[in-house]
């Protein structure tokens, strides 16, 4: 239990970091886990309404990143 969380803040920071990189943004670690563990939340729900889904730690770590970048863009757009 303690140790698929950890596992997912890992990815959660990965999945953020990765996002804030292909979106042209810096942040701490802690907005990465954050806006990584978002993203997950947020791109299973746009992927899911095109009917695509993440399998694994890759797709869900992919699913995250393409929910991060949704989150930077949002902000960006209405920030």
């Known amino acids: 239990m303690i140790i698929g969380l ?4 890992i990815l959660g920071g990965v999945a ?5 990189k292909l979106m042209g943004t810096d942040g701490t670690w802690v907005r990465n886990v954050i806006l990584g563990l978002a993203g997950g939340v947020v791109g299973s ?7 695509i889904q993440g ?6 770590t992919i699913v ?4 991060a970048c949704v989150l930077i863009w949002l902000a960006r757009r209405f920030g």
């Not at 399998?55 to 869900?60: H, M, V």
């Not at 995250?64 to 929910?67: D, H, M, P, R, T």
């Open 55 to 60: 399998k694994g730690w890759i797709g869900g």
């Open 16 to 20: 953020g970091w990765l996002a804030g």
């Open 64 to 67: 995250s990143v393409v929910g």
């Open 6 to 9: 950890i596992i997912n803040l």
């Open 45 to 51: 729900i746009v992927l899911g309404l095109i009917g």
